[in-house]
T-cell receptor, first 113, second 114 residues
Framework: GESVGLHLPTLSVQEGDNSIINCAYS??????FIWYKQESGKGPQFIID?????DKRQGQRVTVLLNKTVKHLSLQIAATQPGDSAVYFC????????????FGKGTKLSVIP | DGGITQSPKYLFRKEGQNVTLSCEQNLNHDAMYWYRQDPGQGLRLIYYSQIVNDFQKGDIAEGYSVSREKKESFPLTVTSAQKNPTAFYLC?????????????FGSGTQLSVL
């Protein structure tokens, strides 16, 4: 079936640089996307979301880009800090209810001091 | 503080034993969910509830049971029928059941088999 995937399972970034985490999705009907951050042994933490009628949304130090033409989602983190080290995963809503979120496997971001 | 509380943090199950994971939220959210997380895999939905006294099976409900007697509480029982219960279990809640609802997660329970 269709599912959310990631291009890179691990990413190492120098402190202060920008990070880009990618996510490919295959369900063209998906209408809502979320990025989560999960630190080791903890629950996922909401970062930012975007609806399919938008192509960009900015938060504090984070930007999500949505390219519906190629079914691609990315999370950009500006001035990456050691506290950003975690697993990041995207989720897409493939249906009509919040229970229909499909989660990707995640990308581990390691920040080098 | 508002949030979702899961307990215990760590839980061990013996063969043939049922164990119950607790999930409580004080966010006044209508919808609650249970997910299972295995290493290297995405979250998989076990059960969800969009209103008190009602719940629905998710993608991997076999071997699990839930109840929703109160809005704040959504306990998950891992029964002896679940042959591979070792995983990290996450409870989540959302304001409602709409397509663009944000899910907020608890800190998880790591279940292991003795």
């Amino acid at each position: 079936g269709e599912s959310v995937g990631l291009h890179l399972p691990t990413l190492s970034v120098q402190e202060g640089d920008n990070s880009i985490i990618n996510c490919a999705y295959s369900n063209s009907a998906s209408d809502y996307f979320i990025w989560y951050k999960q630190e080791s042994g903890k629950g996922p933490q909401f970062i930012i979301d975007i609806r399919s009628n938008m192509d960009k949304r900015q938060g504090q130090r984070v930007t999500v880009l949505l390219n519906k033409t190629v079914k691609h989602l990315s999370l950009q983190i500006a001035a990456t800090q050691p506290g950003d080290s975690a697993v990041y995963f995207c989720a897409e809503n493939t249906g009509a209810g919040s229970y229909q979120l499909t989660f990707g496997k995640g990308t581990k971001l390691s920040v080098i001091p | 503080d508002g949030g979702i509380t899961q307990s215990p943090k760590y839980l061990f199950r013996k063969e043939g034993q049922n164990v119950t994971l607790s999930c409580e939220q004080n966010l006044n959210h209508d919808a609650m969910y249970w997910y299972r997380q295995d290493p290297g895999q995405g979250l998989r939905l076990i059960y969800y509830s969009q209103i008190v006294n009602d719940f629905q099976k998710g993608d991997i409900a076999e071997g699990y049971s839930v109840s929703r007697e109160k809005k704040e509480s959504f306990p998950l029982t891992v029964t002896s029928a679940q042959k591979n219960p070792t995983a990290f279990y996450l409870c989540a809640s959302a304001r409602g059941g709409g397509v663009d609802e944000k899910l907020f997660f608890g800190s998880g329970t790591q279940l292991s088999v003795l």
